[in-house]
């Protein structure tokens, strides 16, 4: 089955430092990508997405791009603020297949001033 | 834009009760789910919808009841509250495979 599969957090880093998240995956079919955010206290809200492979997806400084050939999604951005601080899923969803999308296990991030 | 919407946002209940959670969408969207979020534990997959009249279960189903009378509503019933059910819980719903799915706010739930 479809499984997705993300880096173990907590991250914490200082503020204006380079972020990495890393997010792989397998599917069957051709699947869409997905980077959701979730706030303390809210629900999840997309980040950014990708449909097709070499696709970057990009939204407040983040940006991530379909590697199809590592199978991976990760999510970078250059210079981090205590605002971003969340935790954050990786995900896909395949189209004309099932339904069901495929989370990660969510990665928290934490920044310091 | 309303999107997903949520009620009730807290709720305390009592080892025994039972409860309904109401998850309303305005995107008619066909698919729509109910997640539970737990600490370290990621989002769980409850039960889901494909359209109205058709409901499935997901990954931890049992304890929960759903039904899908219309497009826009999915609400998922808890039939005996046990602290188990603990959590906070998110409905979801999207267009279907390869689409954003959009969340509600959350409402969360705690069995004492």
């Known amino acids: 089955g479809d499984s997705v599969t993300q880096m173990e957090g907590p991250v914490t880093l200082s503020e204006e430092a380079f972020l990495t998240i890393n997010c792989t995956y397998t599917a069957t079919g051709y699947p869409s990508l997905f980077w959701y955010v979730q706030y303390p206290g809210e629900g999840l809200q997309l980040l950014l997405k990708a449909t097709k492979a070499d696709d970057k997806g990009s939204n407040k400084g983040f940006e991530a791009t379909y590697r199809k050939e590592t199978t991976s999604f990760h999510l970078e951005k250059g210079s981090v603020q205590v605002s971003d601080s969340a935790v954050y899923f990786c995900?896909?969803?395949?189209?004309?297949?099932?339904?069901?999308?495929?989370f990660g296990r969510g990665t928290s991030l934490i920044v310091h001033p | 834009n309303a999107g997903v919407t949520q009620t009730p946002k807290f709720q305390v209940l009592k080892t025994g009760q039972s409860m309904t959670l109401q998850c309303a969408q305005d995107m008619n969207h066909e698919y729509m789910s109910w997640y539970r979020q737990d600490p370290g534990m990621g989002l769980r997959l409850i039960h889901y919808s494909v359209g109205a009249g058709i409901t499935d279960q997901g990954e931890v189903p049992n304890g929960y009841n759903v039904s899908r009378s219309t497009t826009e509503d999915f609400p998922l019933r808890l039939l005996s509250a046990a602290p188990s059910q603990t959590s906070v819980y998110f409905c979801?719903?999207?267009?279907?495979?390869?689409?954003?799915?959009?969340f509600g706010e959350g409402s969360w739930l705690t069995v004492v």
């Open positions: 979801a719903s999207s267009g279907g495979g390869g689409n954003t799915i959009y």
């Open positions: 995900a896909l969803s395949v189209s004309g297949g099932s339904y069901i999308p495929t």
